[in-house]
């Protein structure tokens, strides 16, 4: 085998390796050592994993902040439209937190989009980084920043296409074809053999252009990303290894080192607030001491230094970790606010980009299976909700109280809201809903008045 083939190897174990760490640490399985003493009194089986698990917080304080709320076709208020009917078709709301979390936590996500013939509208499905086992995969060369093919694997989880339960899929998409491969292999990259079935009837079969999406965080101009994890890792190990060194020191001072000298002291019982009888036919110098604990607080103030240690290598507000019961001043708070806020305006910008992409192969597909003639280079931008949270609640707040006065004043509800920044799909929505509540209401008061004349005549 050729030493560069060989190297492309061993440089995708490597990235599924990383994948399989970020994904164990992400969800607290640290691989901590601890004694049987350790885990009966931690009350942790076998076959569970202990940690003081930061790394989450890393990847949640960002992801969370990470929210699509629209997209918008420059100069064509039509696809723009059309752009944002399709992002709740495709349930962007929801979906978009596990592609988000997944490119932050492991550097790389993906987003694989099929157009439902039968529904006339694009699905999407969000799949996560190849680890040697299930995910997507994107390869690229040299001479361009596109991906040359997409792998996707999997595994069979229902008998169908003549294929057992437990069966191996794999998928290849080039830009103008797909191959199809299936194996009784449980992993691995040998037994692919041909599949010749279709994967979903109702969906597309064919699109010029792989129909997925490499979504990156921190790629920095290269081809992957960069796990938001990876600079903390080590300081979790550490802190980690700390905190058993904590419950080994305290559980030694809690149960103290007794030393005799001169005697025997076999068959005496210890517990706490007994005494200790020395026997008279001892020497003179025999003699009861115990070896004191060592102090706590070198411990603590360890454990404390590897917390803070985690949040400034990995950009991340040390208030988010909260270590004692006192809050950061509303200054501290604030420029600690400042930098996340950056922090997830700069992922924002590649991800972005990523989404806009997206769009565009809704836009082919649209154009390809609907035959609509949406301009396919239209200029995409990315709509995201503000990024500092406690700014996007006043918004709201503000908003529903301008909303309000409006409504007080005799402004309809569609035009008041999109007066106070709602957009127009929300406008109408806030219009119907009034309107539904209204035939309630007056339905009520009918029914209401109906009942009234009926008891009336009843007791006339």
Not at 335 to 342: K, L, N, V
Request: proline letters at 4%.
């Amino acid at each position: 085998m050729e030493p560069f083939i060989q190297h492309l190897i061993d440089e995708d174990d490597n990235r599924q390796a990383n994948y399989r760490l970020y994904r164990d640490y992400y969800d607290g399985q640290q691989g901590v050592i601890l004694t049987r003493r350790q885990r009966e009194y931690l009350h942790v089986p076998v076959d569970k994993s202990f940690a003081a698990n930061y790394m989450h917080i890393v990847v949640d304080s960002l992801a969370t902040r990470l929210t699509v709320t629209g997209f918008e076709a420059v100069g064509d208020k039509k696809l723009t439209k059309e752009l944002n009917r399709w992002m709740r078709l495709m349930r962007v709301s929801s979906v978009q937190n596990g592609i988000h979390t997944g490119a932050v936590r492991d550097g790389d996500s993906y987003g694989f989009l099929e157009w439902n013939v039968a529904k006339k509208r694009p699905v999407l499905i969000p799949h996560l980084a190849y680890d040697g086992r299930d995910g997507v995969h994107a390869y690229y060369n040299a001479e361009s920043p596109e991906p040359v093919m997409f792998t996707k694997r999997w595994t069979v989880e229902a008998a169908a296409g003549g294929l057992p339960v437990g069966a191996r899929r794999l998928n290849v998409y080039y830009d103008d074809h797909v191959e199809r491969y299936w194996s009784n292999a449980s992993a691995g990259q040998y037994g692919w053999m041909p599949w010749s079935g279709v994967d979903a009837p109702h969906m597309s079969a064919y699109l010029h252009g792989a129909p997925l999406v490499h979504f990156t965080n921190r790629a920095r101009g290269f081809r992957y990303g960069l796990s938001e994890l990876e600079p903390g890792i080590p300081m979790q190990d550490a802190l980690n290894k700390a905190i058993v060194d904590l419950l080994a020191s305290a559980d030694a001072s809690g149960f103290r080192i007794m030393v005799a000298v001169g005697f025997d002291p076999t068959g005496m019982a210890m517990a706490p607030g007994t005494w200790v009888a020395v026997p008279d036919q001892t020497p003179d110098e025999a003699s009861v001491t115990a070896i004191p604990g060592e102090p706590l607080r070198p411990h603590i103030e360890t454990i404390d230094n590897f917390v803070q240690r985690i949040g400034q290598v990995t950009d991340t507000p040390l208030s988010y970790f909260q270590q004692s019961g006192q809050m950061a001043s509303e200054g501290t708070h604030r420029q600690h606010e400042t930098r996340m806020i950056a922090k997830a305006r700069s992922a924002s910008v590649e991800l972005g980009e990523q989404w806009e992409e997206l769009l565009r192969l809704c836009i082919r597909m649209s154009n390809l299976y609907e035959g609509t003639r949406y301009d396919e280079d239209v200029e995409i931008t990315t709509i995201w909700a503000d990024f500092d949270i406690r700014n996007r609640e006043e918004k709201m707040l503000l908003r529903a109280q301008a909303l309000k006065a409006m409504g007080d004043a005799g402004v309809g509800i569609e035009a008041a809201a999109l007066m106070v920044g709602f957009t127009e799909d929300e406008a109408k929505r806030m219009a119907e809903m009034e309107y539904v509540n209204l035939e309630m209401m007056n339905r009520q008061e009918q029914e209401t008045a109906s009942g009234s004349k009926q008891v009336e005549a009843q007791e006339v």
